[in-house]
């Protein structure tokens, strides 16, 4: 009935490149499927399920063509509507990829294609509309990212390199009207990066976590707009991320972008 939405999907891949006289051509049929269920009371439970291809160009230290790498997702949630301006959404999900790069551990200079991680976790997204022209959005999210099949043994069964397990965020919008023509948007917000592993042949290293502060600030009317946008704005200075064999690389500093759109 009217109360049940379907989405059905088939994609065909030809991705076709070269290294110098060397020609790759791959190809992929990948498929995706979800259904949503209007329930009443503002819930709608979902479910989905998705495929993906990425082709990966070049060669190996042994001029070997990398494999595409592979990804299948199952995915079940519920959104949650109690009211207008307010929206809740939780998931949980298992992906499974194949064919990832990684370092190899026996030839320094080489890339090898990691056979399997197995990512599986939860989310949590809540956008609220505090009073008129005041909205908030928080997320959090927690991801178990498994190595489950690899020739480096001692990264088997531990959580994938460079990836957190957790992550959360909290970014606010207030627009103000400065005329009938005429409105200034503020934006604030910080993001929490959690711990990550690093794993060599003599051990692991954790990168500590770090908290981030973004901003936005933008004057609109109805046929332009001139935004700037800056993410870590107070310059913190941390690591993302350390590798167990000794380097370390430094995060981002502040960075901002500034736009001038015309709409016509």
């Not at 479910?47 to 494999?67: H, I, T």
């Not at 207030?174 to 929490?192: C, E, I, M, N, Q």
Request: hydrophobic share 40%; aromatic share 10%.
């Amino acid at each position: 009935a009217d109360r049940v939405s379907f989405v059905l999907g088939a994609r065909r891949d030809r991705a076709r490149s070269r290294v110098d006289a060397d020609e790759q051509v791959d190809y992929a049929t990948t498929f995706r499927v979800g259904a949503i269920i209007d329930v009443g009371a503002g819930f709608s439970p979902y479910v989905s399920y998705a495929e993906s291809f990425l082709p990966l160009v070049g060669m190996d230290f042994y001029n070997q063509r990398f494999k595409p790498q592979e990804g299948s997702q199952y995915e079940v949630g519920v959104k949650w509507q109690p009211r207008l301006g307010t929206l809740v959404t939780l998931a949980a999900f298992d992906i499974t990829e194949s064919n990832r790069q990684t370092n190899d551990p026996n030839e320094v200079l080489n890339v090898v294609q990691t056979g399997e991680v197995e990512s599986q976790g939860v989310e949590l997204e809540v956008s609220h509309e505090v009073v008129r022209d005041l909205h908030l959005t928080a997320a959090y999210s927690y991801t178990q990212a498994e190595v489950t099949k690899s020739n480096f043994a001692p990264e088997v069964g531990r959580q994938l390199s460079d990836v957190p397990k957790e992550q959360a965020s909290l970014w606010g919008v207030k627009t103000l009207l400065l005329s009938d023509a005429l409105s200034l948007r503020l934006g604030a917000g910080v993001r929490y990066s959690g711990e990550t592993l690093s794993i060599s042949g003599a051990g692991s290293l954790t990168t500590a976590s770090y908290t981030l502060a973004d901003a936005l600030a933008s004057l609109e009317s109805t046929s332009w707009s001139f935004a700037v946008n800056a993410t870590n704005v107070f310059d913190k200075q941390y690591y993302a991320p350390c590798r167990a064999f000794g380097d370390c690389f430094t995060g981002n500093g502040r960075y901002a972008v500034g736009s001038l759109t015309y709409r016509f």
